[in-house]
C-alpha cells in the first residue's frame, strides 16, 4: 500500500508540473507545496486507519481461537459423554431383558389371564363408544381406555379392584340391555346448515347447525331410543342427536304409547340395526319428495295424468247419460227427440217419408257420422296422453342420466350413494310415465267402449228403420 501511495504522488507531483509550465513561479510554488502537504496528510491518515484495522483482526483472531478452543474441548467432552451413554444403555437393556425373563416367570399361568382381561377390556372399550347406554354411563370407555394402556405399557400390573372393576360394566351392559329406561339428558338437534370453504374459499358443500335441548328420552335396551315423536341415535362425541326426519304415524304412536306406559307389555318396533334401519327409513322420500325428484317433465306427466283421468271421468258420465237417453228412445221411436242422437237420427227419418229406400239410407248414415264425432269427444286424446306418458318418462328419464354421467365426468365416480341417486332420479319420470299411463289405457277402453255401445244401437236401430222403408215398399 505504501508503494502505491508514492507512486500515485510521484505522478501527480509529474502530472502537476507538466502543467506549470506555462504558468507564474510564485503560482507554482504555492500549489506544489499544498499538495505535498495534502498527500503527506492522506497518507499519515492511511497508516492510522491500517494500523485500527490491524489491531482490530488481532483481536478478533484471539477470540475466535479461544471459542474454536472451547468448542473443540466440549466436543470431546460430549464424546466421552456419549460413549459412557452407550454403556449405561447396553447395561440397562441387559437388565431390562433380565426383569422381563423374571416378570414372565413370576406371572406364569397369570399371562394368559391378564391377555385375556386386556382383550376383553380392548373390545369391551370399542363397543361401548358406539353403544347407545354410554349416554348414560359416559364415563365408562374413558376408564377402559386407561386400564387397556395400563396393560399394554408391560410395566404396570391391574389391580384386583381394575379387574372388578371390568366384571361390573361387564355385567351392567348385559343388564342394562334388557332394561327400558326414561332419564333426562341433553339431545342435539339440527336447526340449520352453514356452508363449509375450501382452501380457495369457494364452497365446497354444507355442516349442520346443532341446538342442544334437554328431554326426557326413554331407551329400549341398546336398540333404540326415542323422546316425544323424535327418533335419537348416539355419537361418541355429540351423545344423542335427533334424526332430522320422524318416522310415520304406526311408530310414532307406538313410540307414545311406550313412553307413556308404566308397566305390563307393550308392542314397540326394535331397530336390530341399533339405529341404522331406522335413518334409513326416515330418510326415504316422500311421496312429493319423489314426484320433485323427476322435475319438469315429471310434472308434465302429472298434470297430463289428472288432466286425462279428469276428461275419462266426464266423459265416462256423459256417455252413461247418453246411453240411458238413447235406450229410452229406442223404447218410443214413433215420438223422437232432439236431445238424444238416436231421437235426432229418428227425426231425419221421419222428415223424408217419400224418400226410397236406398236415399234413406244415405240420410240416416249421414246423420250418425254427425253423432259420431259429438259421441268420440275426447277419446282420442285420452288415447293419446295414454301413448305419450311413458314416452315423455323416458325422456326425463334420458336427460337425467346424460346429467348424472356429466357430473360423474366432473367429480368422479367416487361415492357409490350419489350416483346411485342420480340414477334413481332419472328413474322416476319413468316410473310416472307409467303410472299415468296404465291407468288411462284403462280410462281409454272404458269410454271407447262406450262409446262404440252407443253407436252400436244408432246402426242396429238406423238398420232397422232401412229394413222397415224396404218393407213398406215391397
Known sequence: MKHLLKTAILGGVLAIGSLTVSTPVGAQALNIDEILRGARSGATKDKNAERARESRFRADLGKEQGRLRSMTNERVR????SDELEKQFEVNDLSIKELQEDLARELGDLKQLFGVIQLSASEAQEDYRSSIISAQYPDRAENLREMVEKMASLTELVS?????????????????QGKVVTYNAP?????????????????????????????AVTRVGVFNAVTGNDIVT????????????????EFTQASQNLQSASAGITPFKLDPARGGLLQALVLEPSL???????????????????????????RYLILMGVDSSVRKQARD??????????????????????????????????AMLK??????????????IAVVAPLLGLLGTVTGMIQTFQAITLYGAGDPQTMAGGISQALVTTVLGLVV??????????????????????EEQAAGLVAEKYEGQA
Open 333 to 366: 221411436m214413433k215420438r223422437p227427440s232432439l236431445k238424444n242422437p238416436l231421437g235426432r237420427v229418428i227425426k231425419v227419418y221421419q222428415d223424408n217419408p217419400k224418400s226410397d229406400p236406398e236415399s234413406i239410407e244415405l240420410k240416416l248414415g249421414e
Open 371 to 384: 253423432e259420431s264425432p259429438k259421441i268420440n269427444r275426447g277419446v282420442m286424446f285420452i288415447k293419446i
Open 234 to 249: 348416539y355419537d361418541d362425541t355429540r351423545g344423542f342427536v335427533a334424526l332430522e326426519r320422524q318416522m310415520g304415524a
Open 437 to 458: 299411463a296404465i291407468p288411462t289405457v284403462f280410462a281409454h277402453w272404458f269410454v271407447s267402449n262406450k262409446a262404440r255401445s252407443i253407436e252400436g244401437i244408432l
Open 78 to 81: 460430549q464424546e466421552r459423554i
Open 187 to 215: 339431545v342435539s338437534y339440527i336447526v340449520d346448515y352453514e356452508d363449509t370453504l375450501d382452501e380457495n374459499g369457494e364452497v365446497n358443500g354444507q355442516k349442520p347447525v346443532f341446538e342442544v335441548r334437554e328431554k
Open 160 to 176: 384386583i379392584d381394575e379387574i372388578e372393576d371390568l366384571w361390573v360394566q361387564l355385567q351392567n351392559e348385559m343388564t342394562q
Open 288 to 314: 312429493q319428495e319423489k314426484a320433485d325428484q323427476g322435475g319438469i317433465v315429471g310434472y308434465v306427466i302429472m298434470v297430463l295424468g289428472v288432466i286425462a283421468l279428469l276428461l275419462a271421468a266426464v
